[in-house]
Nanobody, 124 residues
């Protein structure tokens, strides 16, 4: 599985950005695809994930009411729509994938596949 993230950029507080992750290599139907982020000087943290088939989603608490993860029907793409952006959303966002093990994976070592990061900067 190969992952290619795009869509980062500079946005003001309260603005919106959409990240996209292009997935190639025929992910297994029970795969989960998601996003992690890493703020400057901090560890990588889980943001959100979605089951490749079925569309069930999972969010980190601080983004649950502001971010939406989706997979357009039939597309090998996972999008992360981010709204009401805050300065603490600043960081490098990584697209990730792994086989779903029956519970939501939120640790970095749960994910076998990582894309390159895309940088998001939220200015106040």
């Amino acid at each position: 599985v190969q992952l290619q993230a795009s869509g980062g950029g500079l946005e003001q507080v309260g603005g919106s950005l959409r990240l996209s992750c292009a997935v190639s290599g025929s992910p297994y139907s029970r795969y989960v695809v998601g996003w992690f982020r890493q703020a400057p000087g901090k560890e990588r943290e889980f943001v959100s994930s979605i089951l490749w088939n079925g569309g069930l989603t999972h969010y980190e608490a601080s983004v649950k009411e502001r971010f939406t993860i989706s997979r357009p029907h039939g597309k090998n793409t996972v999008n992360l729509q981010m709204t009401s952006l805050k300065p603490e959303d600043t960081g490098v966002y990584y697209c990730v994938a792994a086989e779903f093990q029956g519970s939501w994976n939120t640790r970095t070592f749960d994910y076998e596949f990582w894309g390159q990061g895309t940088e998001v900067t939220v200015s106040s």
